[in-house]
Structures are given as structure tokens and as C-alpha cells.
């Protein structure tokens, strides 16, 4: 078993989860206004990325920028990890590689502790990608607590590039924000991510 092998109601199952949907979860957060470039490189990326409807291509071309942007608003704060190995307990079946990872540690070789966001892309269903979102912030936790890093919130996100939807992880409770928030919204979809990184 790996996590994309997770629905949300198996991962709920698995690690003796509390699902939690919440209305708005995020939404005093402050926007936080992005740079130039990353506005015209998503003006000019976001339709070859939508013309190839693939999920490496929304990954490359509209996420990553993004994450990017997230850590040049924090210089040597956070580092940031694409497509890597995170097997953390293949018993329990937390394996395989997450699309992005970010650790509130300016290493940029070696995953370090702690681990506080897990970013998961998917072509089109966000639904479908919530189970394997949490089981990865699950794996998260056991990370963090392995290195006696004692973080109180993981935060998960999956996206298509286009809709951004936002999750919690705090002891045993998922919260999942029933809204939505779309890429014309970038300063606000910035502003949750840092807020999750601070």
C-alpha cells in the first residue's frame, strides 16, 4: 500500500482519524501580494498548462511558481521538495513520493524536520486527492515526532493548479475547508500558504 492508494474515508479508517469540514477555515487570513514575475510567469504559463490538462503539467507550470514564490518570501526559512521519497512506515502503508513538501528549515539537500506543509496535485478531481493528502500529513506528523520536533499543525493542500483546497492536521483531527479558492485569488491562496509556514 502506498498513499495514493488512500481514500479519505480508508486514511480516516487507518490512523483513527476525526474528519472535521469546516466552512471558511481560512478565510481571515490575510492575502499576501506576490512579485511580478510570478504573475506574468502564471499569465504565461497557466494556458499551456490548462492546453495540456496533465498533472505534471499543472505541477511544473502553475504549482511549483507558486512554492517558489513561497520561499522567496521567506529566504532561508522554509526549503521546498518536489516529487521526493517519503516512506515513513511502509507497514501502515505511509509510502511513496509526495508532489511537494515544504519544511520550516532552510536545508535544501535532506528533508529536514519539521515537515509543515504537504502540497498534493491532481489533474482534475480534488476530491479524489484527499485521502492521500491526509495520509501524507499523517506521515508528516510521525516525521516531525520521530525528530522531537513537536509541531501542533500540519497543514495539507490539494490542488489542480486552477482550485486550491486546504486541510489541518491537529493531534487526531482533520479539518478540511469546504471552500475553495481559485487562482485568480493567488495573493489569497499566498497569504493561507505562509500563514502555514509561520
Known amino acids: 500500500m502506498a498513499y495514493s492508494d488512500f481514500s479519505l474515508t480508508s486514511a480516516k479508517k487507518a490512523f483513527n482519524l476525526t474528519i472535521s469540514p469546516r466552512q471558511d477555515l481560512f478565510s481571515t487570513i490575510p492575502a499576501l501580494g506576490c512579485s511580478d514575475i510570478l504573475r506574468e510567469t502564471l499569465a504565461y504559463n497557466v494556458p499551456f498548462a490548462l492546453a495540456s490538462n496533465t498533472e505534471k503539467s499543472r505541477s511544473e507550470m502553475i504549482i511549483a511558481p507558486i512554492?517558489?514564490?513561497?520561499?522567496?518570501?521567506?529566504?532561508?526559512?522554509?526549503?521546498?521538495?518536489?516529487?521526493?521519497?517519503?516512506?515513513?512506515?511502509?507497514?501502515?502503508?505511509?509510502?511513496?513520493?509526495?508532489?511537494?513538501?515544504?519544511?520550516?528549515s532552510g536545508e535544501l539537500l535532506i528533508i529536514s524536520a519539521p515537515v509543515i506543509l504537504i502540497v498534493e496535485a491532481k489533474r482534475e478531481n480534488i476530491n479524489l486527492g484527499l485521502g492521500q493528502c491526509v495520509a501524507e500529513m499523517y506521515a508528516a506528523k510521525l516525521f516531525n515526532e520521530r525528530e522531537s520536533n513537536q509541531i501542533s499543525q500540519i497543514y495539507g493542500v490539494v490542488t489542480t493548479g486552477e482550485i486550491w483546497k486546504f486541510l489541518r492536521l491537529e493531534n487526531q483531527v482533520i479539518e478540511i475547508d469546504l471552500s475553495e479558492y481559485f487562482l485568480n485569488e493567488v495573493n489569497k491562496i499566498l497569504g493561507i500558504l505562509a500563514n502555514s509556514v509561520k
Open 67 to 104: 512554492l517558489l514564490e513561497l520561499t522567496k518570501q521567506f529566504p532561508n526559512q522554509i526549503s521546498l521538495f518536489s516529487g521526493v521519497d517519503f516512506t515513513i512506515d511502509c507497514e501502515q502503508g505511509l509510502s511513496g513520493n509526495c508532489d511537494f513538501i515544504i519544511s520550516r
